[in-house]
């Protein structure tokens, strides 16, 4: 049986380090200080045609956007627009930061990338604004929804019953 004192290790243990991993993931979502990311609510265009419709957008809970400089934004969301203004895809994201001048978007936080029929999800990610790409750094994860994808729904082969 175990004595007055270990039973309270045991329990107090615990206690002591929740809170403590609790900041830890709290502050490590984020990667700076909100009073760091200034703007609340972001919506703002990337990169437009060249009739002004909206190609690529962000919207973000929380973002520092300098005049000049990296974008930081959390909470986030890359959209991706086709030239009559229907939404393709969309990248989700914890966090990331997009540089300007290389047109590059990147994180270390997870990530999920959206499109008709299918969504890929992971850590880490890539965003090359001029070869009009994103790649899933690690753990990547397909779903594909075959009833969303025109032609699929015939090309798939119900197993034979035994």
């Not at 190609?55 to 627009?81: H, M, N, Q, S, W």
């Not at 753990?139 to 798939?156: C, M, Q």
Request: proline share 5%; hydrophobic share 40%; charged share 30%.
């Amino acid at each position: 049986m175990k004595s007055f004192a270990e039973n309270c290790r045991v329990r107090w243990l615990p206690a002591l380090f929740l809170p403590v991993l609790f900041a830890s993931a709290v502050a490590g979502q984020t990667n700076e200080p909100n009073e760091k990311l200034p703007m609340v609510d972001v919506v703002m265009p990337l990169e437009v045609y060249e009739d002004g419709t909206v190609k690529t957008r962000v919207l973000a809970g929380r973002a520092r956007i300098p005049a000049a400089g990296d974008i930081v934004a959390v909470d986030a969301k890359i959209e991706f627009y086709a030239p009559d203004g229907t939404l393709e895809s969309r990248v989700v994201s914890e966090r990331f930061r997009y540089d300007r001048q290389k047109g590059v978007a990147t994180s270390d936080g997870r990530v999920r990338y959206e499109r008709k029929g299918a969504t890929i999800s992971g850590e880490g990610f890539e965003w090359h604004a001029g070869e009009q790409y994103v790649k899933i750094l690690n753990n990547a994860k397909v779903v594909f929804y075959h009833r969303e994808i025109k032609g699929l729904r015939s090309r798939l082969k119900r197993p034979e019953k035994e």
